[in-house]
């Protein structure tokens, strides 16, 4: 199926496994550089080389809920890449976080497409 993906960079959020690789893999499928981040290394390293064979090249292990963690894999994405023009945020347990703390984690990623 062709959605018009081609070369369009996408962040996609806990792609290690289940919906977010999933996902991952349809985003490749359609030819869009991938960056990928997941808490499990192993696991993410294991999706990546599935994905690496089908253009996605961005990964970290990170997690989201730390904004912290997550700050390094967004800013890497940004250097690295022409621009970000999707954002998949697939990941669970978000709903045990303060509002605050999750909107600091969107807005990092929203400065850094804005950056791009």
Request: aromatic share 2%.
């Amino acid at each position: 199926m062709n959605f018009g993906l081609d070369g369009k960079v996408a962040m996609v959020v806990a792609g290690s496994s289940g919906l977010g690789l999933a996902t991952a893999e349809e985003l490749a499928n359609e030819g869009c550089p991938v960056s990928n981040c997941g808490r499990n290394p192993l696991r993410l390293e294991r999706a990546m080389d599935r994905l690496r064979s089908k253009g996605a090249d961005g990964r970290r292990a990170s997690d989201v809920t730390d904004c912290a963690d997550a700050a390094p894999w967004v800013h890497e994405t940004a250097e690295n890449s022409p621009r970000i023009d999707t954002l998949v945020t697939n990941c669970g347990g978000l709903a045990d976080l303060r509002r605050s703390r999750a909107a600091r984690i969107l807005m990092l990623v929203s400065e850094a497409i804005v950056r791009t």
